[in-house]
């Protein structure tokens, strides 16, 4: 079956722009999560929905924010743009059960200049 | 504060050669360890590890778990330059499945 499909693939933008991202999932994964990796930090996990709600949240600012449609579909929004937000944005999904591991989409690549 | 750490953070072997990769964690309420296996893009997922002692092995590639000292490691025998990539340990805590990652190890394979 068909993986987990991020776009876009690639992204520019400028300083106080906004931008979304979108995820679509793996057919029958209620879970969906959202890291950035940096060469520095590594991956850094940012939020997680399940059945279109929040269920957790890693310490990033509120400029990051997401949400997950009935179909399961993600989408992360970033606004107001930073230099530092400049990285590769992961998405996984899983069944959202313990045991069931999470299956990685390519990314999108964001650069901000 | 939780964490997981892998070592070393790079590694360049000759082809043939066996490795082993370490990942040590601190995490409350630990579920579960799994690996991944990052080339250009997506992190692939090779191994969760959930009991102690029992040895997790597809083709070349081998794990195990050790929950008493809290580390794993991940073995590649017969290294072959297709086994160059980024390989990821991350621990699942909680009651919803999320994962904490290290910074991974960079394994490169030399002809």
């Known amino acids: 079956k068909a993986g987990v499909t991020q776009t876009p693939r690639y992204l520019i933008k400028t300083r106080g722009q906004q931008v979304t991202l979108s995820c679509s999932p793996i057919?029958?994964?209620?879970?969906v999560s959202w890291y950035q990796q940096t060469p520095g930090q590594g991956l850094q996990f940012l939020f997680e929905?399940?059945?279109?709600?929040?269920?957790n949240k890693g310490n990033f600012p509120g400029r990051f924010s997401g949400r997950q449609f009935s179909n399961s579909r993600s989408e992360m929004n970033v606004s107001t743009l930073e230099l530092g937000d400049s990285a590769l944005y992961l998405c996984?999904?899983?069944?959202?059960?313990?045991?069931?591991?999470?299956?990685f989409g390519d990314g999108t690549r964001l650069s901000i200049l | 504060e939780d964490k997981v750490v892998q070592s070393p953070l790079s590694l360049v072997v000759h082809e043939g050669d066996t490795v082993t990769l370490n990942c040590s964690y601190e995490?409350?309420?630990?579920?579960?360890l799994l690996w991944y296996k990052q080339e250009k893009k997506a992190p692939t997922f090779l191994f969760m590890l959930?009991?102690?002692?029992i040895e997790k092995k597809s083709g070349r590639l081998s794990s195990i778990l050790d929950k008493k000292e809290l580390f794993s490691i991940l073995n590649i025998t017969a290294t072959q330059t297709g086994d160059s990539a980024v390989y990821l340990c991350?621990?699942?805590?909680?009651?919803?499945?999320?994962?904490?990652f290290g910074k991974g190890t960079k394994l490169s394979v030399k002809p």
């Open positions: 995490v409350t309420n630990f579920r579960s």
């Open positions: 996984a999904s899983s069944s959202g059960h313990l045991g069931q591991p999470q299956h």
């Open positions: 929905y399940f059945s279109e709600t929040q269920r």
């Open positions: 991350a621990v699942e805590w909680g009651s919803q499945g999320n994962l904490i």
């Open positions: 057919s029958g994964h209620r879970s």
């Open positions: 959930t009991s102690s002692g």
